[in-house]
């Protein structure tokens, strides 16, 4: 009776998760890269990974390693060709609006103002006139945008469009939030911001995260696991947890939270040289 | 066999013209077959016609077009470099490039007659602007780098004229001399056309009026295959020209 | 508006307006003197002052108008169906394999060819009427319009398709919401090419053709020997020609407005 273990400790079932059925089962997926020109690259390798309901999950690894890639397959909008993703039971087939996505260059509308790409979504999903007005006030409001409603996405900062962007998919409720390195782009104070305002705003408004960095701080303070990856090809290499009390001011200096840090930075850094040996 | 296929819908098309005037689906004064064509393009090719026009017509275009490079090219770097220069060239830059350069042909035959002259002029005042403004912006955007670097060497400013404008220039100057070309071989088959004692346009204007179809229809599709290749290896040498690029 | 920076911002503006007309003021009294001086003939080059007494008296029988009308609706008919059609089959090739197939060969090998050698053969096919005119400058100006098309569709982010179907936008939704407004910086920098193109290629037209418009009347002029008639020619086209241009540009700014050069200071 050892193999069916092995395979709960692979697919991250040892956590409490274990009773409730999860609400994303990522199972044993693989994914062949097909660039236009050039060979055909193994992005992920036999994938497993169960998110819970309102869960915050962090995908680690270092670049290449195709966290982006399961993201994008979660979301729908590549189609998965072996193994299967799971969403409340269902088969991923194409993108919903269930599943909510930001990305790292946030995607908005440049032809729209904040407000017009907040309105998008929710026009789309046939919401009535007043109420989507509304709620599109809400979100600005949230985020912190109050005034900049009818700017055009060119005359705002990074960190501005990337509120805009949370705003935007906030906005249309999905049950599922999926985040492609949305502080990638920012300086490292914008970012810190970020960070403190995503938790605030997912303590409002919870649901189920996941998150991809290249940070390992980042991670540790966000999410609740951390699903360390290993690259090329791209396979969840352990999962660690990682809950911390988010809103201890101190926490950057907990002794606890720094050990979480260098612990896995330990696990990341060798994938990053290894990573770094193959690429060149 | 990819190539092939890329470039089968334009032998389809060639096929399709055959075919249209072979089982005289149009008038073949209208629309000789193409390979009529092709044999009068050969005949044309022996007797020397087509050699002898295209050559002058080359030339008018060679001289207009090496011309403006030149001139052109100065001219924007100047812009570039030089304050003074740039206020009292900019606001005529700016009035001339919108002129349709085709309404200068009748000018250019008053000053120059209906020889190679007004024709090498027409060519030169029209590809001179595309010219003149790639080279400006090119030169305008390093700038900045310029001035610093300039500062920090403490190099001679004309060097770095040639060492640092110059060349951060070239891409965009390129760009403007692609333009130019494209623009000399309409303005060439234009003048041509309408005032010529010689050239592929006097020819194609000659052989049409007296009702030689298929010849004309060979000298048309000269042009337009030489507009085309010289296209494609002005691309070739610039691609060359700008390997440090990459 | 508090009054400071007044005198200043009046100089500033006094210094754009000398330095951008002092040379163009400077190149017209040089023509007038030029002229008059008896360096050249008036056949060589007729007087500004009588060019632009033709130009009055030209509007005053109403050649003017009849000429500039002829030509415009020329030119701009043509460019309207360069803009439609060019983008529907710059649209098509992006959408649809098979319409790729097709035409992208004959863009590549179509855009650098000098069309404007296949008038005679437009003319042997429609005549010396506006049908012939206006398919010539098509054919010459469109193929900007369907090369800029196709690269800006070829150029949107795939992230920003793939969050308006996250938002649940349908496939017919995304051509008119997502993918043309975002290919329209773009595609508008075709069209900026290709709106002079069918000036020069309508002057050629008609002077080729002759008749009323533009280009008739300064090959009629030039054939009676009339300079001063062909320079008259010259100074109208060249103004319906700046103004096409700096009404093009400012539609620009009008319809991309979000656009990041929108919010740049402009120096030109």
């Known amino acids: 009776m050892k193999a069916p273990l092995d395979r709960s400790r692979r697919l991250g079932r040892v956590h409490a998760t274990m009773s409730v059925p999860a609400q994303i089962v990522v199972d044993q997926v693989s994914h062949l ?9 193994l992005a992920l390798d036999q994938v497993s990974l169960d998110v819970a309901n309102r869960e915050f999950v962090a995908l680690l690894g270092p670049s290449g390693c195709g966290k982006s890639t399961l993201l994008y397959l979660i979301g729908g909008f590549l189609p998965v060709e072996t193994g299967a993703i799971l969403v409340d039971g269902k088969p991923v087939a194409a993108p919903g609006p269930d599943r909510g996505i930001v990305f790292q260059h946030f ?6 103002t904040v407000r017009g790409n907040i309105l998008y979504g929710l026009e789309r999903q046939g919401m009535p006139k007043d109420e989507r007005e509304q709620r ?4 600005i409001e949230l985020v912190g945008l109050n005034g900049f409603e009818d700017s055009y996405p060119s005359q705002l900062s990074g960190g501005m469009k990337q509120r805009t962007a949370i705003a935007r998919t906030l906005a249309f409720d999905p049950k599922i939030l999926l985040m492609d390195e949305p502080f990638g782009a920012l300086d490292a104070q914008t970012r810190g911001l970020m960070q403190a305002e995503l938790l605030r705003i997912w303590q409002r408004t919870p649901k189920t995260v996941i998150f991809v960095t290249h940070d390992v701080q980042e991670a540790v303070y966000l999410a609740d696991r951390v699903a360390v990856m290993s690259a090329r090809p791209g396979r969840i290499k352990t999962i660690v947890d990682t809950k911390f009390d988010k809103n201890d001011p101190a926490i950057f200096k907990a002794k606890a939270f720094v050990e979480k840090v260098d612990e896995i930075w330990n696990l990341v850094k060798d994938e990053a040289i290894k990573a770094q040996g193959k690429r060149t | 066999m990819k190539q092939f296929i890329r470039y089968l819908p334009l032998l389809l098309l060639a096929l399709g013209w055959e075919l249209a005037a072979r089982l005289e689906l149009v008038s073949t004064t209208a629309l000789p077959p193409l390979s009529e064509v092709v044999v009068a393009w050969i005949d044309m090719i022996k007797t020397g016609e087509l050699v002898t026009n295209g050559l002058a017509s080359l030339y008018r275009a060679g001289a207009g077009l090496g011309l403006s490079i030149v001139i052109g090219g100065v001219l924007g770097i100047a812009m570039a470099w030089s304050k003074p220069v740039n206020v009292l060239v900019a ?7 919108p002129l349709p350069k085709s309404a200068l042909i009748p000018v250019t035959v008053i000053w120059l007659g209906f020889g190679d002259g007004s024709k090498i002029l027409l060519i030169f005042l029209g590809c001179m602007l595309p010219v003149t403004i790639g080279a400006f912006n ?17 190099a001679h400013k004309l060097r770095m004229l040639w060492d640092v404008v110059v060349p951060s220039a070239m891409p965009e100057l390129l760009n403007g001399i692609r333009t130019a070309l494209a623009l000399s071989f309409i303005l060439l088959v234009s003048s041509e056309l309408i005032v010529a004692q010689m050239g592929f346009g006097y020819l194609i204007g000659y052989l049409g009026a007296n009702g030689n179809y298929d010849a004309m229809y060979a000298v048309v599709l000269t042009v337009a295959f030489l507009g085309f290749a010289a296209d494609r290896i002005y691309l070739l040498i610039t691609k060359r020209t700008l390997a440090w690029r990459e | 508006m508090p009054p400071d920076g007044w005198p200043e911002k009046a100089a500033r503006f006094t210094y754009i307006v000398v330095t951008r007309f002092f040379s163009i ?25 009588n060019v632009l007494l033709r130009i009055w008296q030209d509007a005053v029988t109403g050649d003017l108008a009849i000429n500039t009308a002829l030509t415009l609706y020329r030119a ?17 090739m992006s959408r649809n394999r098979l319409a790729h197939w097709f035409f992208d060969p004959i863009i590549s090998v179509g855009f650098p060819m000098p069309k404007i050698a296949f008038l005679p053969v437009i003319i042997l096919w429609l005549g010396v009427y506006d049908v012939s005119k206006i398919s010539i400058i098509v054919i010459d100006a469109i193929f900007p319009v369907i090369a800029a098309t196709v690269i800006a569709i070829q150029g949107i982010e795939r992230e920003l398709l793939w969050s308006a179907r996250n938002m649940g936008a349908r496939e017919r939704e995304m051509l008119w919401q997502i993918v043309l407004p975002a290919a329209l910086p773009q595609i508008m920098t075709g069209l900026q090419v290709a709106l002079p193109l069918t ?14 418009g533009l280009g008739g009347a300064m090959m009629t002029a030039s054939r009676f020997a009339n300079s001063t008639g062909v320079f008259a020619g010259i100074v109208e086209i060249a103004v319906i020609g700046y103004c096409l241009v700096k009404a093009m540009a400012l539609l620009r700014r009008r319809l991309l407005i979000w656009h990041q050069e929108a919010n740049e200071p402009t120096t030109a």
């Open chain 2, 138 to 154: 090119g030169a305008r955007s390093s700038e900045q780098v310029l001035v610093w670097s300039a500062r920090s060497m403490g």
């Open chain 3, 199 to 212: 000036l020069i290629v309508a002057v050629v037209a008609e002077m080729l053709m002759g008749g009323y």
């Open chain 1, 136 to 139: 599109a006030l809400d979100f």
């Open chain 2, 91 to 97: 606001p005529l830059v700016e009035m001339f490039y």
């Open chain 1, 33 to 41: 890269y097909r660039p236009p020109r050039g060979r055909e690259v």
């Open chain 3, 76 to 92: 701009l008919v043509s460019f309207a169906i360069c803009a439609v059609g060019g983008v529907a089959i710059g649209m098509a």
């Open chain 3, 25 to 49: 003021a400077v190149l017209l009294a040089a023509w007038e003197i030029l002229a008059r001086s008896g360096t050249f003939t008036p056949f060589q080059l007729p007087a500004l002052s």
């Open chain 1, 107 to 112: 995607a908005l509308f440049p032809w729209k």
